[in-house]
């Protein structure tokens, strides 16, 4: 994560797509039924796949006739087959919400999106242990980007913080950063029943037990303005 995310627009929406994490070695090879085997996904977080696409209405237009700020209605949930390989194999059917929020007087809207992929089972894993959905809330001001996993947080806690740390080793050793007081360290911090890695001022990712679902665990990458 570079620290602070790129303000959400809806140019950016329409290019950008996300790099697809790395597919399992064998994707695609015949198997003796003749079927090709499924298609899986390893994710290692920050790599979440654009769930959102710009819907290219042409802007509104205020008293003046002229372009306002778009709404919700500049957006729409992207369909399965407009996702990269290989997440339209894996991806069964992505919703969106999108809602209003208040901004301060003279400035520009503002929305809240929240889009949910449901994945196919046994498609996506993450330090081994499957992932059911996909969730990005994007705004302005925050965004919150999970990876929710279909097993309770004992199960899973112990092999999601040993490859978070490890990850932030390398990416240390790769950056050549030195490890100065008040930097972030590689070492998550631990309460009940969650886990926090600070990655800088602003955002941070979390490990946590879904709090409407107990048989679920959540993959948190989250920032505030």
């Known amino acids: 994560m570079d620290g602070r995310p790129h303000a959400l627009s809806f140019a950016v929406i329409a290019l950008i797509l996300s790099v697809p994490s790395i597919a399992r070695a064998g994707d695609g090879v015949p198997v003796g039924t003749g079927e090709r085997a499924p298609v899986t996904i390893e994710v290692r977080g920050d790599d979440f796949p654009m769930l959102v696409q710009d819907t290219g209405l042409a802007p509104p237009l205020d008293d003046n006739g002229l372009p306002r700020a778009p709404g919700c209605e500049a957006v729409r949930a992207r369909r399965v087959d407009e996702l990269p390989y290989p997440w339209r194999e894996a991806v069964d059917r992505i919703h969106l919400d999108c809602q209003p929020m208040d ?33 990005r809330m994007d705004s302005e001001l925050w965004g919150d980007h999970q990876y929710v996993l279909a097993e309770p947080y004992a199960a899973v806690a112990t ?7 490890s990850d932030c080793r390398k990416r240390h050793l790769r950056e050549e950063r030195e490890v100065r007081e008040g930097a972030p360290e590689c070492r998550m911090e631990e309460s009940e029943d969650a886990l926090y890695l600070r990655m800088d001022e602003i955002s941070g990712i979390w490990i946590h037990a879904d709090p409407d ?3 679920r665990t959540i993959y948190a990458e989250g920032w505030a303005d």
């Open 213 to 215: 679902d107990a048989a």
């Open 159 to 165: 092999d999601l913080r040993a490859q978070l740390e």
């Open 103 to 135: 901004a301060p007087e003279g400035e520009t809207a503002l929305m809240a999106l929240t889009a949910t992929a449901f994945l196919k089972p046994g498609r996506v894993w993450l330090a081994g242990h499957a992932v059911s959905e996909i969730r």
